[in-house]
């Protein structure tokens, strides 16, 4: 029978199906379980039975066998074990990036333009005419052509040096980015989940990069005990784990990885708490998590230094409020003549996206 079926509006639905509205929740819940299917699907169970999600033309097995269905979770059909694809890793990182971008103000800055025309990769609207020591490849055949029927005629064809026009274009400056993050259990420590949204910006940052910036590079740095480089695809699965915290690991790996690096442009971004406890002293670790200990700062300041000598500016976007912390940030940053960033966990992706979309680094010719 052909008709029309109306139910009650929701201004929260936005026309989606109860799948594209259980899959938004069901995203979330596996940025906070680490890419546990199990228990983000647990969680979903739970909301919905205390908000009602689901109903009897459509339950919570119909939406499992959809997102198997639409290759959103596989099952091990020897041990059981569901597990997220690559599919729904990018859409973890899609999502991350249009719930923190998307709010931020539309902006032109940012595209990591410089004003200087020259061979470059950005095409500029505007053509001149050809000077000695221009390249061939420079050359607007289309409208030195059109040059030369407007000089000289369209009956015989004739091209002479004036009627060469020259299309430039803009160089677009590259720029290397290593994202360290903290994961040492103060970053979870006295009820506050920290390593969630410096999870979720480091996905959205990594999305961004790939999609508008191609030609930029990001590499993601964790750091508790030690430090070691994580692929774009396992942000979703990072954990906390029982670590202190080696700042000093964590900026000499990501020195070392931005000294491979070809891009002029190179910066860090270090998302922690603030509070260095851990050194490696050949085999051995030194650890003191009561106050600041000098034998540790002390490294990370000599770091702050060689990165400045090095051009690689170091902006730290600090997540806790103790004031004795937040003056070694400040030390620390003076030390590299860097940025500070003191963010509020719901404000994390605001301050990281805005200073990276600024287009205030330092292009190094």
Same mark, same amino acid.
């Given at each position: 029978?052909?008709?029309?079926?109306?139910? @009650? !509006?929701?201004?929260?639905?936005?026309?989606?199906? %109860?799948?594209? /509205?259980?899959?938004?929740?069901?995203?979330?819940?596996?940025?906070?379980?680490?890419?546990?299917?199990?228990?983000? &699907? #647990?969680?979903?169970?739970?909301?919905?039975?205390?908000?009602?999600?689901?109903?009897?033309?459509?339950?919570?097995?119909?939406?499992?066998?959809?997102?198997?269905?639409?290759?959103? $979770?596989?099952?091990?059909?020897?041990?059981? /074990?569901? =597990?997220?694809?690559?599919?729904?890793? #990018?859409?973890?990182?899609?999502?991350?990036?249009?719930?923190?971008?998307?709010?931020?103000?539309?902006?032109?800055?940012?595209?990591?333009?410089?004003? =200087?025309?020259?061979?470059?990769?950005?095409?500029?609207?505007?053509?001149?005419?050809?000077?000695?020591?221009?390249?061939?490849?420079?050359?607007?055949?289309?409208?030195?052509?059109?040059?030369? #029927?407007?000089?000289?005629?369209?009956?015989?064809?004739?091209?002479?040096?004036?009627?060469?026009?020259?299309?430039?274009?803009?160089? =677009?400056?590259?720029?290397?980015?290593?994202?360290?993050?903290?994961?040492?259990?103060?970053?979870?420590?006295?009820?506050?989940?920290?390593?969630?949204?410096? %999870?979720?910006?480091?996905?959205?940052?990594?999305?961004?990069?790939?999609?508008?910036?191609?030609?930029?590079?990001?590499?993601? *740095?964790?750091?508790?005990?030690?430090?070691?480089?994580?692929?774009?695809?396992? &942000?979703?699965?990072?954990? *906390?784990?029982?670590?202190?915290?080696?700042? *000093?690991?964590?900026?000499?790996?990501?020195?070392?990885?931005?000294?491979?690096?070809?891009?002029?442009?190179? #910066?860090?971004?270090?998302?922690?708490?603030?509070?260095?406890?851990?050194?490696? $002293?050949?085999?051995? !670790?030194?650890?003191?998590?009561?106050?600041?200990?000098?034998?540790?700062?002390?490294?990370?300041?000599?770091?702050?230094? /060689?990165?400045?000598?090095?051009?690689?500016?170091?902006?730290?976007?600090?997540?806790?409020?103790?004031?004795?912390?937040?003056?070694?940030?400040?030390?620390?940053?003076?030390?590299?003549?860097?940025?500070?960033?003191?963010?509020?966990?719901?404000?994390?992706?605001?301050?990281?996206?805005?200073?990276?979309?600024?287009? @205030?680094?330092?292009?190094?010719?």
């Amino acid at each position: 029978m052909i008709g029309h079926h109306f139910n @009650k !509006y929701d201004p929260n639905e936005q026309g989606k199906t %109860k799948f594209q /509205q259980l899959l938004d929740v069901f995203m979330q819940l596996l940025t906070y379980t680490s890419g546990d299917v199990a228990e983000a &699907l #647990q969680w979903l169970n739970q909301l919905d039975r205390e908000y009602d999600m689901t109903d009897d033309e459509y339950g919570m097995g119909d939406f499992i066998d959809e997102l198997k269905d639409k290759g959103y $979770i596989t099952e091990d059909q020897q041990t059981g /074990q569901i =597990k997220i694809t690559p599919k729904t890793e #990018q859409g973890i990182r899609k999502r991350s990036l249009e719930e923190i971008f998307g709010k931020l103000k539309k902006t032109k800055q940012g595209d990591h333009h410089t004003f =200087k025309p020259g061979q470059g990769d950005e095409v500029n609207p505007e053509t001149r005419q050809f000077q000695f020591g221009d390249m061939l490849e420079q050359i607007d055949f289309t409208e030195s052509i059109r040059n030369a #029927q407007i000089n000289h005629g369209i009956e015989s064809f004739n091209m002479q040096e004036d009627d060469l026009a020259i299309r430039e274009t803009d160089f =677009k400056s590259q720029t290397s980015t290593v994202m360290m993050i903290d994961i040492s259990h103060s970053m979870i420590l006295y009820g506050e989940d920290r390593i969630t949204p410096a %999870k979720k910006v480091a996905m959205a940052l990594s999305e961004l990069i790939t999609t508008k910036y191609p030609k930029d590079t990001l590499d993601i *740095v964790v750091f508790g005990n030690d430090a070691w480089p994580v692929e774009i695809k396992d &942000l979703p699965y990072l954990q *906390v784990g029982p670590y202190h915290t080696n700042t *000093v690991a964590g900026l000499e790996l990501a020195m070392d990885i931005l000294r491979r690096r070809k891009n002029p442009n190179k #910066q860090i971004f270090m998302v922690t708490d603030g509070k260095p406890t851990c050194l490696k $002293i050949g085999k051995r !670790y030194y650890k003191n998590s009561f106050g600041l200990d000098r034998k540790i700062t002390s490294r990370c300041l000599n770091l702050a230094a /060689q990165c400045k000598r090095l051009k690689i500016p170091i902006t730290t976007f600090m997540i806790a409020t103790d004031p004795y912390l937040q003056r070694f940030v400040q030390e620390f940053t003076e030390t590299n003549n860097g940025k500070a960033f003191f963010a509020s966990l719901d404000k994390l992706g605001a301050f990281i996206f805005k200073d990276f979309e600024s287009g @205030k680094r330092k292009t190094v010719y």
